[in-house]
């Protein structure tokens, strides 16, 4: 991302122009973008591995939590002025009206997970210093080139203080939710 160093003056977007410009279609309505710090990020196409991932994590999740949360996939989380990312899974606190007047914020997300295959540094640099900063808990990143799991805990300011990588062997479960045991080998694309 650029810094205020640079040589020319870069425009940042907020949610609302951001909402503004979604309105007036600006966006095809398959395009794929979305509000990082500011800067309106396009996102890679998603592979086959990447949505069989995230197909399998939300849909384990939402087997295993029921109505003790609910479960999105690929749906905005405002995180502040600046930043409204569109997470792969996001597990979220039960709203009665569904987000209808406003898309999750920080303080209501109780596990967001990145899958990876071509942004594994994106996910684990920009985007785990951007949610550290909003202070999500828990953040996961599905590596699914290296079938591994490597998770974020502990956030502050300047990033996670605690960074775990479990291989497809182990299991973990949300800090939130810590009677839930997930197998990373369940939430990774199958092999055969």
């Known amino acids: 991302m650029l810094t205020q160093e640079t040589a020319f003056k870069v425009k940042l977007w907020t949610v609302d122009r951001y909402h503004e410009l979604i309105e007036k279609g600006v966006f095809?309505?398959?395009?794929?973008?979305?509000?990082?710090?500011?800067?309106?990020?396009?996102?890679?196409?998603?592979?086959?591995?990447?949505?069989?991932?995230?197909?399998?994590?939300?849909?384990?999740?939402?087997?295993?939590?029921?109505d003790r949360a609910s479960v999105y996939t690929q749906d905005p989380i405002q995180l502040n002025d600046l930043s409204e990312p569109e997470p792969d899974v996001s597990v979220v606190r039960f709203d009665p009206l569904d987000y209808s007047t406003h898309h999750p914020t920080a303080a209501e997300v109780y596990l967001i997970i990145e899958v990876a295959d071509s942004s594994l540094t994106y996910d684990t640099e920009i985007k785990a210093e951007l949610y550290a900063a909003s202070g999500i808990v828990d953040y996961w990143v599905l590596d699914v080139s290296d079938r591994r799991l490597i998770v974020f805990r502990e956030p502050d300011p300047q990033g996670y203080r605690s960074q775990v990588i479990l291989d497809e062997r182990q299991a973990i479960a949300p800090l939130a939710f810590p009677d839930l045991a997930i197998a990373v080998i369940d939430i990774l694309p199958r092999t055969n």
């Open 28 to 66: 095809h309505p398959e395009e794929r973008v979305e509000l990082i710090a500011g800067q309106i990020i396009q996102m890679s196409a998603k592979g086959t591995a990447h949505t069989s991932a995230t197909r399998r994590a939300s849909n384990i999740l939402r087997n295993l939590l029921g």
